[in-house]
């Protein structure tokens, strides 16, 4: 069984089901980051929000995270300069910045106990292969303001050629942050329903949003839900990956706190600790992929418990989970209205999501009450930008095009249901169609079309997590064919069993 440290040790939310009909100002699909601070700015600013959570209040990524807050991004700022320019490198750290320091005032207002705590961030290399990206990253973290050193020493016990501290970043538990926002919202303004998820949005006059016992009308929809749900041009510019992740409880060792990005190509991975109690954890996490390419997903657990116990004095590996993000391809996220009228998108955000789910927040808030907001330009969702996307759309979109040509016929895991072990799922080929079969511990089958219900793509199994990912947008679904995040709406189609298979 997976599951993150956050949604472990953070209390659980208890908002009811939708079982109305509502009319609201904003109403906001998904209740991780993103979500729930909108609806809380929103709510503040006086506007009536409805906010529609599919399951649990930060039950999605932001659950599933890391839970650190930086100025920097995944990609490196060096990057962004070099692809955009020094000004854009600059308003990206600033504006990310300007969110941290957001969620500390928030922490401090509310007196939000989610053992949010300043901690230094550090890159760093093992050999002197990576100094340059170092190098790189420290030219640019001092041009912006930031408290920046050279280090080539760290306190971890791990080797280091080369490495950059910056100061004043933080972390903090992502899920008792989330959970204790959303209960300190203004419920005079705003209504939470978690176990809701929206299924259609009609587009009249005003948006109606259908869950399956109620429906939402609001002159504007946030579609909170990391990456779009249904079917947006965006999407070919959004590339979904996995990432990994594990908190192994420590025998012994004192690793002050701090974020930890090690450079090294063959497996990228990121360090922080965690205190429950008495026990003290590290987080490990790497082994990045694309959504639903996968032979063997299990293998990425692995090497990560190698990895900590190769440095650690590792008691047990208590928790691990793995979780989803979306690459942009110019790489800035996608914040503001999107084509279809009235509806705004916050996606795009690559492992950095945290910090910029609040700053798309921030943006959206002061967009839905039309306020000039400095950020709006930077990051919006109609932006079009083909020289500075073009590299990672070619790319990416050949690779999705691949997707669709490995859909020939024939081209099967199993020819049999019998050829499926207990747990286990294959894609099998019944009557010149395509199932995803899942059986399950006590042998029983359970068959569904394995066409993907967003833009038809054939869904891949993934052993780790048991659920059918889609290798094209990254829709993945439950064992029994159920949503469980991407773009599409609607599960599955369900197939009766086949006896002659
Ligand atoms: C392994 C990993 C580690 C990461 N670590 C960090 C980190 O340390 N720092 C950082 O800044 N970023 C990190 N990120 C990125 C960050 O976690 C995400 O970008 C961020 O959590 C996204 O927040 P969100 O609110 O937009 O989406 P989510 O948290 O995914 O919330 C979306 C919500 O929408 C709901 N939903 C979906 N469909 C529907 C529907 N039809 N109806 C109703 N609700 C629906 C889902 O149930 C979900 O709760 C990490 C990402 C990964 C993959």
């Known amino acids: 069984m997976t599951s993150s440290i956050w949604n472990s040790t953070a209390p659980l939310t208890n908002f009811p089901t939708l079982k109305e009909s509502i009319v609201v100002d904003v109403a906001i699909v998904g209740g991780g980051i993103t979500g729930v601070t909108s609806a809380y700015l929103l709510a503040k600013s006086g506007k009536k929000v409805a906010l529609l959570e599919a399951e649990k209040i930060s039950g999605g990524t932001s659950g599933y995270s890391t839970g650190n807050l930086y100025a920097m991004v995944d990609k490196r700022l060096h990057h962004i300069q070099s692809k955009w320019s020094e000004e854009t490198a600059g308003k990206v750290a600033r504006s990310r910045m300007t969110a941290v320091n957001f969620i500390e005032n928030l922490v401090k207002e509310h007196q939000i106990d989610c053992d949010f705590r300043r901690v ?56 008792a942050f989330v959970r204790k926002l959303a209960q300190k919202i203004d419920s005079e303004n705003c209504r939470i329903f978690e176990n809701s998820p929206v299924y259609h949005i009609e587009k009249e006059e005003e948006l109606i949003l259908s869950t399956a016992s109620g429906t939402v009308t609001a002159q504007k929809v946030i579609l909170a839900t990391h990456t779009p749900k249904g079917i947006y041009a965006l999407q070919t510019a959004l590339y979904p990956y996995r990432e990994y992740a594990i908190a192994a409880k420590l025998k012994s060792g004192d690793i002050p706190e701090g974020i930890y990005w090690d450079t090294e190509a063959d497996f990228h991975t990121s360090m922080r600790t965690y205190s429950k109690g008495e026990d003290n954890y590290v987080l490990v996490l790497g082994g990045h992929h694309k959504v639903g390419q996968e032979d063997d997903y299990s293998r990425f657990y692995e090497k990560l418990e190698q990895n900590a116990r190769r440095f650690f004095d590792v008691e047990e590996i208590e928790y691990k989970w793995s979780a989803q993000h979306y690459k942009p391809a110019d790489g800035l996220p996608y914040i503001g209205e999107s084509p279809d009228d009235n509806i705004f998108l916050a996606t795009g955000f690559s492992t950095d999501g945290l910090t910029y789910g609040v700053l798309s927040a921030m943006i959206l808030n002061d967009q839905l009450n039309d306020r000039h907001n400095e950020w709006s330009d930077l990051y919006k969702a109609s932006r079009f930008t083909p020289v500075k996307s073009a590299k990672n759309f070619i790319k990416e979109n050949l690779n999705v095009a691949k997707q669709y040509l490995k859909d020939l016929p024939r081209k099967a895991e199993a020819d049999s249901f019998s050829e499926i072990m207990p747990g286990q799922g294959k894609v099998v080929e019944v009557d010149d169609e395509k199932w995803a079969v899942f059986k399950d511990d006590a042998g029983q089958l359970h068959c569904q079309s394995a066409v993907c219900t967003h833009m038809d793509c054939i869904v891949d199994w993934n052993d780790a997590e048991k659920s059918w990912d889609c290798p094209c947008h990254g829709s993945r679904f439950k064992a029994t064919g159920e949503v469980i995040e991407g773009p599409a709406f609607s599960p599955l189609d369900k197939r009766s069993m086949n006896p002659k298979k």
């Open 120 to 175: 230094p961030w550090y890159l760093f290399s093992e050999t002197d292969k990576k100094d340059k990206t170092i190098e790189k990253e420290i030219a640019a973290a001092a041009h912006y303001n930031l408290e920046v050193h050279e280090l080539d020493d760290l306190p971890l016990p791990v080797p280091v050629s080369k490495a950059i501290k910056v100061d004043q970043q933080a972390q903090f538990n992502p899920s």
